[in-house]
T-cell receptor, first 115, second 113 residues
């Protein structure tokens, strides 16, 4: 069956360290992958998009990698801060052919950065 | 300010009482969609619309209706709500269907008793 897996357990790290979140998928062939941040009680906010032919994408303290062989994306936050504490969602953009594509979301990983 | 708005933000209702959750965006986006978010299941798409008068089912459309009469509005209608529709609902929009980032609304927490 098709599946997207993100760590269901919270990731606790110390301020200043690099946080690494994982998104694994099976039986999908996404053309694009997106990462979102979601704070409690609020809507997800877009962070980064990476294409299948890109290995890595950076934006300020954020870095995303996309390995289509391993079927995995890694999301890194360097020099993490308590304000980075949130749930992070990965979303696979699946091409259904023709004019149809769809975003499939993972369940998210809660990141807690301790001061 | 570019945004997606939803109303109401919180709603408690009873089984069978028709309700509408409104969604509006001010970014002239073509693509709009509705998601529900449940613990352990993540965000699941209910319906989407690629343009005015063009709507289609997502992954969990049963029990919901939508309409897109104007570009900016995309209401979600529950004709006869049931307790299994208790959830957190998000409306989202994007410039087009083509892999664009989604702009999400603030969410509507619905409880059906």
């Amino acid at each position: 069956s098709q599946k997207i897996e993100q760590n269901s357990e919270a990731l606790n790290i110390q301020e200043g360290k690099t946080a690494t979140l994982t998104c694994n998928y099976t039986n999908y062939s996404p053309a694009y992958l997106q990462w979102y941040r979601q704070d409690p009680g609020r809507g997800p906010v877009f962070l980064l998009l990476i294409r299948e032919n890109e290995k890595e994408k950076r934006k300020e303290r954020l870095k995303v990698t996309f390995d289509t062989t391993l079927k995995q994306s890694l999301f890194h936050i360097t020099a993490s801060q308590p304000a980075d504490s949130a749930t992070y969602l990965c979303a696979l953009d699946i091409d259904y052919g023709g004019a149809t594509n769809k975003l499939i979301f993972g369940t998210g990983t809660l990141l807690a950065v301790q001061p | 300010e570019a945004q997606v708005t939803q109303n109401p933000r919180y709603l408690i209702t009873v089984t069978g009482k028709k309700l509408t959750v409104t969604c509006s965006q001010n970014m002239n986006h073509e693509y709009m969609s509705w998601y529900r978010q449940d613990p352990g299941l993540g965000l699941r798409q209910i319906y989407y619309s690629m343009n005015v008068e063009v709507t289609d089912k997502g992954d969990v459309p049963e029990g919901y209706k939508v309409s897109r009469k104007e570009k900016r509005n995309f209401p979600l209608i529950l004709e006869s709500p049931s307790p299994n529709q208790t959830s957190l609902y998000f409306c989202a929009s994007s410039p087009s269907r083509d892999r664009d980032e989604q702009y999400f609304g603030p969410g509507t927490r619905l409880t059906v008793t």
